[in-house]
C-alpha cells in the first residue's frame, strides 16, 4: 500500500511538474472560470433574484466546466511522443497510475476553486468568512468525486478523434449526482442556515466519492486493455 501510494505521489508531481512549466491548461482554466462569473453577473437581474440563490449555481457550473479543461489535459499530455507507453511499461501498478492522475487533477481542480471563490464572493457581495470552512470541505468532496469520475472518462477518450467533445459528453451525466448535493449544500450555507442543515448532503457527497473513487480505480486497468 505504502509503495502503491508512493507510486501515485510521483505520478502526481511529474504532471503537476509539466503543468508547472506550461501553465496553458491551469491558465485556461483560471480564466474562464473568472469569463464565467463576469458574464452571469452582467446576465443577474439582482431585483429578481437575489444573491444567495445565484451564487451557488453560478459557483458549481464554473466548477464543473472548467475542470474538464484540466481532465482533458490528464492524459492528453503523454498521447503527442507516447509517454503513455513508457509509464505503462513501468514497473507501476495501473492503479497507481489512475490515482496519481487524480491526485494531479485534484490538486489542479482545487486551485481553480480557490481563484473562483473570492471572485464570486466579491462580484455578488457574498459574507463568506464566517462559513468559509464548510464551504471547503463541500469544494473539496465535490471535487474529489467529479476528479474521480473525469480522471476514468479522460483515459477512455484519450485515443478517439473526438476526446474533446467526447470528454464532457461521458462525465457530464456522472457528474450530476456529484453537483446536486454540493449546489444544494452551498445554497443552504450562502442563505445562512445552519451548518447542520447540510451535514446530509455531506454525507451523500461523501458517499459518492468513495463509490466512484474504489469503483474508476478499479475500472482504469481496463480502459487500458480495451
Excluded at 16 to 36: M, N, P
Excluded at 71 to 95: M, N, T, Y
Amino acid at each position: 500500500m505504502g509503495d502503491a501510494l508512493r507510486d501515485s505521489w510521483v505520478i502526481a508531481m511529474k504532471d503537476l511538474a509539466i503543468e508547472f512549466r506550461t501553465r496553458s491548461a491551469f491558465l485556461s482554466a483560471v480564466v474562464f472560470a473568472l469569463l464565467g462569473v463576469v458574464i452571469f453577473f452582467f446576465a443577474w437581474d439582482p431585483t429578481a433574484v437575489t444573491a444567495a440563490d445565484l451564487a451557488p449555481g453560478v459557483l458549481w457550473v464554473v466548477f464543473t466546466f472548467s475542470g474538464l479543461l484540466g481532465l482533458h489535459r490528464s492524459f492528453g499530455a503523454e498521447q503527442a511522443d507516447r509517454a503513455i507507453d513508457g509509464l505503462l511499461a513501468s514497473p507501476v501498478a495501473r492503479e497507481s497510475i489512475y490515482l496519481g492522475k487524480a491526485m494531479a487533477n485534484l490538486i489542479f481542480v482545487i486551485g481553480v476553486q480557490a481563484a473562483s471563490i473570492p471572485a464570486i464572493a466579491l462580484f455578488y457581495g457574498l459574507p463568506i468568512g464566517s462559513v468559509l470552512a464548510p464551504l471547503c470541505a463541500i469544494t473539496l468532496l465535490a471535487a474529489i468525486g467529479l476528479v474521480a469520475v473525469g480522471t476514468l472518462f479522460s483515459a477512455m477518450a484519450v485515443n478517439t478523434r473526438l476526446a474533446e467533445l467526447l470528454l464532457p459528453m461521458l462525465s457530464l451525466p456522472f457528474f450530476v449526482p456529484i453537483v446536486i448535493p454540493a449546489a444544494q449544500a452551498t445554497a443552504k450555507l450562502l442563505s445562512g442556515r445552519p451548518v447542520g442543515e447540510t451535514l446530509p448532503w455531506l454525507k451523500l457527497l461523501l458517499a459518492f466519492d468513495i463509490v466512484f473513487t474504489v469503483g474508476c480505480m478499479l475500472a482504469y486497468p481496463f480502459t487500458l486493455e480495451e
